[in-house]
């Protein structure tokens, strides 16, 4: 019998792809800033360095839009391969987006982890000997510490 | 790289197929596209060794209709917003409504002014093709007034038709139906390819 997913994990991995879909563009951009790269060479790029999975019906068509956006250009070179290849790189305009999305990165993961910081805590492996009772009694307790902590 | 017949095969028709997809955009971009998924498709099989593994790079690509899909709706908007085809600017505004509110609203606007502007034309046409057949007819008798006493164009194949109330407008009706209809036709494509200019925007993340 196949297994139902609850809807808690189900809007999780909605959730999560969500995510990944907001940070395509700027991973594409971050993976074209050292240099030019081909489509192939884009998608293993992203596969080592981040933890998005692209598909790869999706990324040329992507490619294709930041083109058309003129954040990225393109030429066809020939290769040892026997088959010409089709290279990608920043447009002056795609750099400037790429630092101004990274700014804007940066800026929202900061202000999210210290958000979070509590909760880390809470999805960290239990020590043995502390219940998550005493979890929930150390979060109250800093959360009492925060100088705007609620009333 | 060197497919086996079979492989080849597989890949020939992927590509036949993907090209006759993208027959909404000009060649020369169809051709590109064509080109830069067979260049992938061959890097990605060079770079596997188990046999089997051309199937497997079409599978991760999507059908060629899902992948052309992905291609077409940016390459449609763009040519609506320069066209002078009512037809492609209505393609194009269903494809946008199937992506955004917005879209969708502009598609019933236009889809309901092209279809009132096409029955006054039609109507216009009848009218200048058989001028004593029909009419818009305005009888003053209590509880009869009002369009053709029955509230629509009246129509009769074949001899003179009488009608007990008075006529409309009689053989101004033809032209000024054929302009009006015409017209609407011309404001609706007009609206339609202001609202792309004006509310679309090409998003990189759409779609994927």
């Known amino acids: ?151 | 790289m060197i497919l086996s017949a079979e492989s080849q095969k597989a890949v020939d028709a992927y590509l036949t197929a993907l090209r006759k997809k993208l027959r909404p955009l000009p060649p020369e971009d169809a051709n590109d596209i064509v080109e830069e998924i067979h260049a992938h498709i061959l890097d990605k099989s060079a770079a596997m060794t188990a046999e089997g593994m051309v199937s497997t790079t079409l599978a991760a690509l999507g059908t060629p209709d899902e992948l052309a899909a992905r291609y077409r709706t940016d390459e449609l908007l763009k040519r609506a917003q320069v066209t002078r085809s009512p037809v492609v600017s209505l393609f194009s505004l269903a494809r946008w409504a199937t992506l955004s509110l917005i879209g969708l609203v502009a598609f019933v606007v236009s889809l309901a002014g092209y279809a009132v502007g096409a029955l006054l034309v039609v109507i216009g046409l009848f009218k200048l093709i058989y001028p004593h057949n029909g009419g818009i007819f305005f009888d003053p008798r209590p509880g009869s007034h009002g369009i053709d006493g029955s509230g629509g164009f009246s129509f009769v194949s074949g001899g003179t038709w009488t009608h007990p109330g008075h006529e409309v407008f009689r053989l101004w009706l033809a032209p000024s139906c054929l302009a009006l209809g015409a017209l609407l036709v011309f404001l609706t494509f007009r609206l339609g390819t202001w609202c792309i200019r004006r509310f679309w925007r090409p998003s990189a993340l759409r779609e994927v």
């Open chain 1, 1 to 151: 019998m196949k297994e139902i997913p609850s809807p808690s994990v189900e809007n999780s991995e909605k959730w999560e792809v969500q995510l990944r879909k907001g940070s395509l563009e700027l991973a594409i951009l971050a993976a074209l800033w050292d240099g030019r790269l081909y489509g192939l060479e884009i998608l293993r790029e992203l596969e080592s360095k981040s933890d998005l999975i692209v598909v790869e019906g999706t990324v040329y068509p992507l490619l294709n839009r930041l083109r058309a956006l003129a954040l990225v250009e393109s030429e066809w070179v020939e290769s040892d391969s026997g088959h010409p290849r089709k290279y990608y790189r920043l447009t002056p305009a795609g750099r400037q987006r790429a630092l101004e999305m990274t700014r804007i990165w940066a800026r929202f993961s900061a202000r999210m982890n210290n958000l979070l910081a509590h909760l880390n805590e809470e999805t960290r492996p239990v020590p043995e000997g502390r219940t998550p009772y005493d979890s929930l009694c150390r979060i109250s307790e800093s959360r009492r510490r925060l100088p705007h902590g609620p009333p």
